[in-house]
């Protein structure tokens, strides 16, 4: 049962212009969900976090939006830039410690 | 302020063997929570320890055991390894209780030959 989805495998974005990634979660016990970048060998980087009882949290060119009628949240990244080129792994949390994880869509940043 | 440190980085055994890797969590913090990384099921939660204690388990077989010790460093040990266990295993620690903030570790590429 796979709670936490990321539907789009990847995204291509031009540096400068907006992207927007998207996560569907079914668990509705989550209390909050986070975003995380992740570059290959390496472990996951935390970017932003909303709380379940918030609809949308900023932290620079980040803003994370959470629909909890449609079990939706989605990052904006505003302006996107190179560097932004990863894997960004979208993350439902419960209980202490335990992070439920889409399966992660790839970001690619075009100069 | 030191990182999330996991050793070894890369490690390579044969099936039926056990392995242990290890984990020391940023200072300070006394959560320590372990994750499976492979290309078909993702990111998935092993366990998490807390002040030595395990507050939550995931869906791993017995072969899946941790601890942690008084100074928060923890330790993962998998035993008679099966081809299947060949993973990316991270770990993340945070100062405990329900923040956002999980520090990951750069993991440890097992592979199991």
């Known amino acids: 049962d796979q709670q936490v989805k990321q539907n789009s495998p990847s995204l291509s974005v031009q540096e400068g212009r907006i992207s927007i990634l998207n996560c569907d979660y079914t668990n509705s016990m989550f209390d909050y969900f986070l975003w995380y970048k992740k570059y290959p060998a390496e472990g996951p980087t935390f970017l932003i976090s909303?709380?379940?009882?918030?609809d949308k949290n900023e932290d620079g060119r980040f803003t994370v939006f959470l629909n909890k009628s449609a079990k939706h949240l989605s990052l904006h990244i505003v302006p996107s830039q190179p560097g932004d080129s990863a894997v960004y792994f979208c993350?439902?949390?419960?209980?202490?410690?335990?992070?439920?994880f889409g399966q992660g869509t790839i970001l690619t940043v075009h100069p | 302020k030191a990182g999330v440190t996991q050793t070894p980085r890369y490690l390579i055994k044969t099936r039926g063997q056990q392995v242990t890797l290890s984990c020391s969590p940023i200072s300070g913090h006394r959560s320590v929570s372990w994750y499976q990384q492979t290309p078909g099921q993702g990111l998935q939660f092993l366990f998490e320890y807390f002040s030595e204690t395990q507050r939550n388990k995931g869906n791993f077989p017995g072969r899946f055991s941790g601890r942690q010790f008084s100074n928060s460093r923890s330790e993962m040990n998998v035993s008679t390894l099966e081809l299947g266990d060949s993973a990316l295993y991270l770990c993340?620690?945070?100062?405990?209780?329900?923040?956002?903030?999980?520090?990951f570790g750069s993991g440890t590429r097992l592979t199991v030959v």
């Open positions: 993340a620690s945070s100062s405990g209780g329900q923040n956002y903030g999980y520090t």
């Open positions: 909303i709380s379940s009882i918030k």
């Open positions: 993350a439902g949390g419960t209980s202490y410690g335990k992070l439920t």
